[in-house]
């Protein structure tokens, strides 16, 4: 399985995230600019945490209109994965493929530390790998993670269990119903506040993220010996 990594002006995650794929996980990956036209040789897209285009207007609002992006979107009508994290979960919500918005956090403050998550559903590519309901430690560093959405939206959530991640215990940011990481409705993208791909080795403090990527892996290569 080979992964891109997309980057954009003001990323500061993809080293973070080229190294969870590469390193710990043991898959092939590669960096990809903003403005490359096709990702057709790639079989997973990863959109990293930072501060795109400086986040000018609203985190993700530039980063939204790269080239880069319609492949992005092509790449998840196709069933591909993607993977959005803090800066690339507030893309995706930007480019339409997950929906709701993100506010600033309640505190008004960037908040760095380390949260834990349940996971609220585990039948998905992003986290079959765990156990339902299982509680993991996983870092955060934002000041725009306050999940929004109307509450029509949240009821389709709930009742098509898109909710895949949720605060447990301490709410870092006052995000609607705790919600910490959704899918769309077919399964296939994933935005999420909390940074998995430092949280991929003991040495770093914690490894629960590193199930994430094994999933999606575990996944792929289920898919393709069926289809073999």
């Known amino acids: ?40 040789e790639f079989d997973g897209i990863l959109l990293p945490g930072g501060f795109s285009y400086g986040d000018y207007l609203r985190s993700g609002a530039i980063a939204r209109f790269s080239n880069v992006m319609k492949e992005v979107v092509k790449a998840a009508e196709a069933g591909k994965p993607v993977l959005g994290v803090c800066n690339g979960f507030q893309i995706l919500l930007e480019a339409g493929l997950l929906p709701g918005a993100m506010k600033r956090n309640e505190s008004l403050k960037f908040i760095c530390r380390s ?27 934002h000041g ?33 119903a705790d919600i910490a990481g ?18 991929v080795d003991e040495l770093l403090g914690f490894a629960d993220g590193l199930k994430l990527f094994q999933s999606i892996v575990k996944q792929w290569r289920e898919a393709h010996v069926v289809n073999a």
């Open 1 to 40: 399985m080979k992964f891109a990594v997309i980057v954009f002006p003001g990323s500061n995650c993809d080293v973070d995230m080229y190294h969870a794929v590469k390193d710990e996980l043991g898959a092939e990956v590669e960096y990809v600019w903003h403005d490359r036209e096709s990702l057709d």
């Open 144 to 176: 725009e993670g306050n999940y929004y959405c109307d509450e029509e939206t949240l009821a389709k959530l709930k009742a098509n269990n898109q909710i895949v991640f949720t605060y447990s215990g301490t709410n870092p940011n006052g995000s609607l």
């Open 115 to 141: 949260v834990e998550l349940q996971v609220e559903n585990n039948k998905t590519m992003f986290s079959s790998a765990y156990e339902s309901n299982e509680v993991i430690t996983i870092p955060i560093a």
């Open 182 to 199: 959704i899918i769309n409705e077919k399964g296939n993208v994933l935005g999420m506040m909390p940074h998995p791909e430092r949280a």
